[in-house]
């Protein structure tokens, strides 16, 4: 499909019809944060470079998203729950679009979970690139996440005065249609893109010192470090950093009741692997309750296991647990350091 | 040794879209453990295979995992031994014969039957144990020629926490089973063997080039029962375990199951010793 070209003025005038007539959201700035949130006017975006305080995977997998409903009243009849919401999702960025792409293998090429593919199949994802990192936390360029091959529906790329546009699906095509002061681009807009994307790499710099392909040699024989134990007692087990991840997928499964008690609703609600009783069984037994076990488990899932099962980034860079840790637990110092002190040198700190 | 697949009955468009059984018997097996006897209701058979779970709930209460404690050999009901622990199982223990549960599965990998064909077999349970390794011995049983010499070792912490002890008096009949029972503390009225479960093995003769150990129960079991299979020379890859961990959603999804990079619930939870050897959180506690 041929690239697009369209001025900002034209975009921004595009993305105020499309957010009348539909639920369109996209980074909104709040105070020091940047929100995910439903815009009426393309004046409300954003373009700050600073991950969105959520993922816009809360989209695809809400904290609480209700799966069945149930009657009892009447024999049993159970429904379950699909979201055919239409969104349309603006300012995706870079690492977000790696992370949606990973909930994508997961749920469905691996889980054919139909309540996330409901979800997916009715929103359109517009990517817009990143040209500058956005502060100390972000790690992208290590993890290989800063370009989008595939993944999107539009990929936007700010050529100062215009944009860029990439159309990833069909229905990417349609919508760049409805845009219709977007033109074709040429020879020229190819040269200014590929000039924006060279401009990246003095800035991207690698924050990891090693690829992110060597994460799970390294986690593998970091297993006995005792930086697990200097991690456990700072941590706060507070779920922070898992909340706020864009690949954390891991859910409760519960029951809320009507008040006829003859109804009710089975839902999935966020759960974290950092509280203690996320590996507890029935009899009450947990399996991974000290708490550097759990910090070693998230940074295993982040860089090692998802990889190894998926063939993907399990972390993507964005940096928003250690922009939200309490007690400053930050993934690049943590795989820097398994990388610097081998496990026999480790020390206590 | 090749183990079964993941069995599915059935590809919905929810994960989560139960199917609805009807509680059809109940049995008080001990002050705390109940034997279910579920068939679903809209007649087809649950088609598991002994070493799998379901996921049984209760509405507005929710669900959770039980092992699957009859054999796929006897028809269309299937049983569940379950401990009242916690909600979903003091609200199961209130339901009356009739009432309706849901049910999801069967999940998960199970024991390699037709890997243990032809070979002898022995079976360690320890406590809770008993349970999933309830389905596989019935199976055995049913299938008995198939199969070489059948020793099963049972142990529990009291004489009063034995489970099926009808079906083990019963089996313990049979001239082609060989059953032997402990207590890790006895009562009065105990006349059989004072010890944990390993205490069993001292007066146990097996052959190591054709025994096949299958082994359910706590961790800290796993640990002395592999080290004394292990003497007797039975290779790593012959070992059969089956784990518990919480098993929240059955699909490989929500992660409670997790064990380092593994989910217990669809690559488990019968795994081999050598698989498990690499998996650090496997044996912890």
């Known amino acids: 499909m041929i690239d697009r070209v369209v001025t900002k003025a034209d975009l921004l005038d595009f993305l105020d019809r499309l957010a009348a007539e539909r639920k369109v959201v996209a980074p909104v700035a709040e105070g020091p944060l940047v929100r995910f949130k439903d815009i009426g006017r393309a004046a409300e975006i954003s373009d700050r470079y600073l991950p969105t305080a959520l993922p816009p995977s809360k989209y695809l997998l809400p904290p609480k998203e209700l799966l069945l409903r149930f009657r009892t009243d009447d024999g049993v009849a159970i429904e379950p729950l699909f979201d055919t919401g239409e969104i349309v999702a603006f300012g995706v960025r870079p690492c977000d679009l790696h992370a949606l792409a990973l909930l994508d293998a997961i749920f469905i090429d691996d889980k054919h979970d139909g309540h996330y593919l409901s979800r997916r199949e009715h929103i359109t994802l517009i990517g817009v690139e990143c040209l500058e990192p956005c502060d100390e936390h972000c790690f992208c360029a290590s993890m290989e996440t800063l370009d989008v091959p595939s993944g999107y529906d539009l990929l936007l790329t700010d050529l100062g005065d215009a944009y860029y546009v990439q159309i990833g699906s069909s229905l990417g095509k349609t919508l760049v249609e409805s845009l219709g002061a977007a033109r074709d681009a040429v020879y020229e807009d190819r040269t200014r893109l590929r000039k924006a994307h060279d401009s990246r790499h003095a800035a991207f710099t690698r924050r990891l010192d090693v690829t992110y392909d060597q994460l799970p040699a390294l986690l593998a024989e970091s297993s006995d470090s005792l930086l697990w134990d200097v991690l456990g007692e700072k941590c706060l087990s507070c779920g922070a950093c898992t909340n706020v991840c864009p690949t954390c997928y891991c859910f409760d499964v519960r029951d809320e009741v009507d008040l006829d008690l003859e109804g009710g609703r089975r839902y999935r609600a966020w759960d974290s692997c950092q509280l203690e009783e996320f590996a507890m069984v029935g009899t009450g037994e947990s399996f991974r309750q000290p708490r550097s076990m759990r910090v070693k488990h998230r940074f295993n899932r982040k860089g090692r296991y998802i990889l190894e099962r998926y063939g993907r980034q399990g972390c993507v860079g964005c940096g928003r647990c250690a922009r939200n840790c309490l007690v400053g637990i930050n993934p690049i110092e943590v795989f820097n350091q398994l990388k610097g002190q081998p496990v026999e040198r480790t020390v206590r700190t | ?285």
């Open chain 2, 1 to 285: 040794m090749s183990t079964p697949a993941t069995v599915h009955r059935r590809l919905k468009p929810s994960p989560f879209l139960p199917d609805l059984a009807e509680i059809v018997r109940k049995d008080r097996l001990t002050a705390a453990e109940t034997l279910y006897q579920l068939r679903l209701v809209d007649g087809t058979e649950l088609g598991h295979v002994p070493g799998q779970f379901v996921e049984v709930g209760v509405f507005g209460v929710g669900e959770a995992p039980f092992s699957i404690s009859s054999s796929p050999s006897r028809g269309e009901v299937f049983e569940l031994c379950i401990r009242r622990v916690g909600d979903v199982t003091g609200a199961l223990e209130r339901l009356g014969l009739g009432a309706r549960v849901t049910v999801r599965g069967p999940f998960g990998r199970g024991f390699p039957l037709d890997a243990m064909r032809g070979r002898n077999v022995l079976v360690i349970a320890g406590g809770l144990g008993i349970v999933p390794l309830r389905s596989l011995i019935i199976n055995l049983l049913d299938e008995r020629a198939d199969f070489g010499d059948f020793t099963i070792l049972y142990g529990c912490k009291n004489p009063t926490d034995m489970l099926f002890k009808d079906e083990i008096t019963r089996w313990a009949a049979r001239s082609d089973v060989d059953i032997r029972i402990t207590a890790d503390i006895a009562d009065p009225s105990w006349k059989g063997n004072v010890g944990p479960v390993t205490t069993l093995f001292r007066r146990l003769t097996i052959d190591p080039r054709n025994t096949v150990p299958v082994m359910v129960g706590p961790p800290v079991m796993f640990r002395h029962v592999v080290k004394q299979v292990l003497a007797c020379g039975i290779p790593e890859d012959r070992i059969v375990l089956s784990l518990e961990r919480r098993m929240k959603c059955g699909v490989g999804e929500c992660g409670h199951c997790q064990i380092n990079g593994v989910y217990v619930c669809q690559d488990g939870p019968v795994f081999t010793y050598a698989e498990l050897k690499r998996l650090e959180e496997a044996m912890l506690r």
